[in-house]
């Protein structure tokens, strides 16, 4: 077995997941053009070996920490420059970690703790910064002018000892995933995260299958009031990663994780599951079913008992049964919703389209489930937050509206029907609606994303006595969905509450999570730009506005009609425009 000492770099990119969800074959062309451009050359000229490309990520060896860390900063540092005529939701971001340890050479691959923890490094690191280990930071630190800040001590999976981790940043602002008012601390119930399911068929187009029994148990576990679930969104960004639970838990604030896998084969199917202890990477309860693919929905429910009872919380299966949607008539009708969710959720026109289309042919062919019609109302709502059509908005709220309603009387207890409804009626400007269907589907589903979303939301535009309220629900939305796609449009609400209740410093840092969370988002610029003139920063809020012009040119009579609908009390919304006015918006 040869080994020997080498500098490991790791390196992926952030966000990488929802950009190929919002344009695959763009965001693939991007990632090879900054390969050839910026990556592969540093590489060459520091005399690294680019040991294997894994997706949007890279294992490079280099002889010399020194060359190593000197690569990476000059990727990082040009990187600026190159994503500068890049849309802002479509710019490359790397993350780095780098070791100086022993490695196993096998060929032209290498393993070992010294690879392991370059990786480890690579998750910890913030957007646009390199970490490094304290025997890299040993070597670098008289060599190179350069600064790094002390991270201390970080537990590292399948690492017997902390490791020591410096980053240097080059005053790039580190990218937090939550304000600081929002914490990741264990809840005192169960925390538990679900994450998808590996699809074993060999059969891509099974991906569906996996996703959708992964997506029951979430559904299932989260209508209970004594378990906190981590919402789909957030857990599924783990998708076709190499898992280290550990940093999952630390990531999403939970105490426990589910994982699994799905083989299909005919009218067969084989699951396993196991429930893992997150700080400990101890199996809490594991088990394995084979039997026939009818027969999913009794291996769901049983799935979901086991590990409510695993983490000390008493379900019975009529409990799950009692709580769980009105059941298909066929494996079929569940089959088609799965795939319709499959397409709703890669969040681009196209695929938004399609998913809509699957559940309205099924609608017209048997008169639709609860399900079918409340997956019609997401896509509207889908439709509608991120603009993925031509129709026109009040034609996307009539029609989820609709459906919405179609839902609700087939199944009353259908939370995702009424939580959407709630945003599309906020949306119309019926705020009372609004409210009211949010607090059935908090009710409903007390540890729910999307039903702490519609409540904040249809709270935050209600008037400055409901500030308070609308700031809990967004805060426990934040918590329950980290990572979720959406979650600027958690934050950017945040901002409009702080904004009335006159804290203006506050507002400003909301509006700035929601666009480091996606910078295309113009309505969360708009709120910065009157964020920043009512706090008295009027050329920054000036050349903000400019930015959400730039963004999101929109036509301001209707923009300004828009906000008379958003807020409930037309003097909210004239405060709202005069601020906007101050920022520079040409508004009538």
């Given amino acids: 077995m040869e080994r020997r000492l080498a500098a490991i770099v790791a390196a992926d990119v952030v966000g990488y997941s929802r950009m190929i969800r919002l344009d695959e074959t763009g965001t693939l062309a991007a990632l090879r053009t900054a390969r050839a451009d910026v990556v592969d050359p540093a590489i060459a000229e520091n005399r690294g070996r680019i040991v294997k490309l894994m997706g949007d990520g890279i294992l490079v060896e280099f002889a010399s920490a020194v060359d190593a860390v000197t690569c990476a900063v000059i990727v990082q540092r040009t990187m600026l420059g190159w994503n500068s005529d890049r849309p802002e939701d479509r710019r490359l971001t790397f993350r780095v970690g780098i070791n100086l340890g022993d490695v196993v050479i096998d060929g032209g691959d290498i393993h070992g703790d010294g690879v392991n923890v370059a990786a480890r490094l690579e998750s910890l690191a913030a957007p646009g910064s390199v970490c ?161 693919v009818d027969d999913i929905f009794d291996v769901q429910d049983e799935i979901t008992m086991n590990v409510a009872g695993a983490v000390g919380s008493e379900i019975r299966a009529a409990d799950v049964r009692a709580s769980a949607e009105k059941r298909f008539e066929d494996l079929q009708s569940w089959e088609r919703l799965m795939k319709a969710y499959w397409h709703i959720y890669r969040y681009n026109p196209d695929d938004n389209a399609k998913g809509q289309a699957i559940c309205r042919a099924e609608i017209q062919a048997t008169g639709g489930s609860a399900a079918i019609h409340s997956a019609v109302v997401m896509a509207c709502m889908f439709e509608l937050l991120w603009g993925l059509g031509n129709r026109s908005p009040m034609d996307v709220i009539k029609d989820g509206t609709q459906a919405a309603h179609a839902a609700i009387a087939l199944d009353p207890n259908n939370e995702g029907a009424h939580a959407n409804l709630s ?166």
Avoid at 184 to 213: C, H, R, T, W
Avoid at 475 to 491: C, E, F, H, S, T
Avoid at 555 to 571: A, E, P
């Fill in 132 to 292: 490094v280990s304290s025997a890299v930071y040993d070597q670098v630190r008289d060599r190179l002018d350069l600064s790094f800040d002390d991270l201390g001590g970080q537990e590292l999976k399948n690492i017997d000892r902390p490791v020591q981790v410096w980053q240097w940043t080059d005053g790039v602002e580190a990218l937090q995933t939550l304000p600081e008012d929002v914490v990741l601390q264990l809840p005192e119930k169960p925390s538990i995260a679900v994450l998808p399911f590996d699809n074993m068929s060999g059969d891509p187009e099974q991906e569906y299958f996996a996703d959708g029994i992964a997506e029951d148990v979430i559904t299932a576990l989260s209508r209970h009031s004594d378990l906190f679930v981590i919402a789909r969104n957030s857990s599924f960004t783990y998708r076709g990663k190499a898992v280290d639970i550990r940093m999952v838990g630390k990531d999403l604030g939970v105490r426990f994780v589910l994982e699994g896998s799905v083989r299909r084969a005919g009218d067969r199917v084989r699951i396993t599951a196991q429930l893992i202890e997150a700080a400990t990477g101890n199996h809490v309860w594991a088990e394995r079913y084979d039997g026939p």
């Fill in 423 to 588: 945003l599309l009626l906020w949306a119309s400007g019926d705020h009372d609606g609004a409210v009211r269907e949010a607090t059935t589907a908090v009710n409903l589903s007390p540890h729910s994303f999307v039903c702490h979303l519609s409540m904040g939301m249809a709270l935050a535009f209600s008037g400055p006595e409901h500030c308070d309220s609308a700031l809990e629900h967004l805060k426990m939305a934040a918590r329950l969905g980290p990572r979720d796609i959406n979650i600027d449009w958690v934050y950017a609400p945040m901002s409009v509450v702080a904004f009335q209740s006159g804290s203006y410093s506050d507002a400003i840092n909301y509006a700035h999570f929601a666009i480091r969370q996606n910078p295309g988002n113009g309505s969360a610029y708009r709120f910065l730009a009157a964020s920043l003139a009512r706090d008295g920063q009027l050329d920054q809020a000036k050349t903000t506005w400019a930015r959400a012009w730039e963004i999101q040119p929109l036509d301001m009579t209707g923009y300004v009609s828009s906000l008379h609908r958003m807020y409930k009390r037309g003097q909210d919304a004239e405060n709202m425009i005069d601020a906007m006015r101050l920022a520079g918006a040409a508004l009538p």
